[in-house]
């Protein structure tokens, strides 16, 4: 069940409000409504020729949450109106935390007893000259309606990583002379490795919606872009058997990386909803800021890879004949937050 909730506004002033009749607050938590997972839009199509429809898609609506606050009287009722101002002003942003049990059935990231959503007041109207109980009644309006995992003792955003070596130790497996008939473009095509036993195995909670995430490579070593022999980056989702692709040699297209990856380089594929991007940082370009490289993105083949309840198994695959990964040229890392639709 739900402890407490916290609210942090626009200058970052929190207010806790606990539900164990606590009559220490000005402002008593009374009751909440809109943290269900609420409505959804299906859109169909109907047929004259045929009885029912045909489905099209569905989207989940904007979320409004109301609080409904009671005005405690210690020290005065004055203070407390006046706190209910100050918390929660009209049209400004805020986040909603709130802390409920912990399900350890979820496993060590899924047990997190806090979630938060974002929003924006849309209305607070506060009771003045009630009979008994004065009340404040906060609507919050939020454009994403999902909550998201956070730690339950710092409040940060919970972005669980995962690192590993995909493949195995070692180099190259087997090696041959071949012919290439030109500098250019790579003739001879060696196929794809992705061995299974080497899989990265990440459980999702079943409680959770699907969510994307941050794919991570991480550059250990200088790649110079005249001899990049493994071009292609594939992530594969064994599950969906959707896959990511990235065509490593198209960084030497943009005017600041044209001579390829450097030592500490790092560039990340987002494919978050509404975030969905391809970015590079390099400390001595913008200020180690991100820059966005979607070219790099091998379309039309590449998915925008998700997170699904339950087991997600990734291998990776390149067209190369030896392992970036287990020889240090780089490395890859998985970050993602648990989303859910409600509380």
């Known amino acids: 069940m739900i402890r407490a909730v916290k ?22 938590l009374w009751n909440i409504d809109g943290i269900s997972p609420g409505s959804a839009d299906i859109n169909v199509t109907e047929v004259a020729s045929s009885d029912g429809a045909y489905f099209n898609s569905a989207r989940q609506n904007s979320r409004e949450i109301t609080l409904t606050l009671l005005l405690n009287w210690a020290p005065t009722i004055e203070l407390a109106r006046k706190d209910s101002y100050s918390y929660f002003p009209l049209k400004r942003p805020i986040r909603l935390i709130f802390y409920s049990d912990p399900d350890m059935s979820l496993g060590k990231y899924g047990a997190s007893c806090a979630r938060y959503i974002d929003g924006y007041v849309q209305e607070n109207t506060v009771e003045i000259f009630g009979s008994k109980n004065c009340a404040a009644q906060i609507t919050i309006k939020c454009p994403d309606p999902h909550f998201y995992a956070c730690s339950p003792d710092t409040d940060s955003q919970v972005s669980v990583s995962y690192e590993k070596r995909i493949f195995g130790e070692g180099g190259s497996a087997f090696s041959f002379p071949y012919s290439n008939e030109s500098l250019d473009e790579n003739l001879t095509y ?5 061995p299974v036993t080497n899989s990265l195995l990440v459980n999702y909670p079943y409680d959770a919606i699907p969510t994307g995430m941050d794919i991570v490579l991480r550059f250990q070593q200088n ?3 005249s001899i990049i022999p493994y071009s292609y980056f594939k992530l594969n989702q064994v599950e969906t058997g959707k896959s990511l692709q990235l065509n490593l040699a198209t960084i030497t297209k943009y005017p600041d990386y044209s001579t390829g990856y450097l030592a500490g380089d790092a560039l990340v594929v987002t494919t978050i909803r509404g975030k969905k991007d391809v970015t590079i940082s390099r400390s001595s370009i913008n200020n180690g800021e991100g820059v966005s490289v979607l070219g790099i993105m091998d379309d039309p083949s590449s998915d925008w890879l998700e997170f699904q309840p339950g087991s997600n198994t990734f291998t990776v695959s390149t067209t ?4 970036p990964v287990a020889n240090g040229i780089y490395s890859v890392e998985v970050q993602y937050t648990p989303a859910y639709e409600g509380v």
């Open 223 to 225: 790649l110079p872009g």
């Open 7 to 28: 609210a942090i506004n626009y200058l970052g002033r929190s207010l806790l409000m606990r539900l164990d009749g606590r009559e220490v607050d000005s402002l008593l």
């Open 320 to 323: 190369m004949g030896f392992d």
């Open 190 to 194: 060696f196929g794809e490795a992705s």
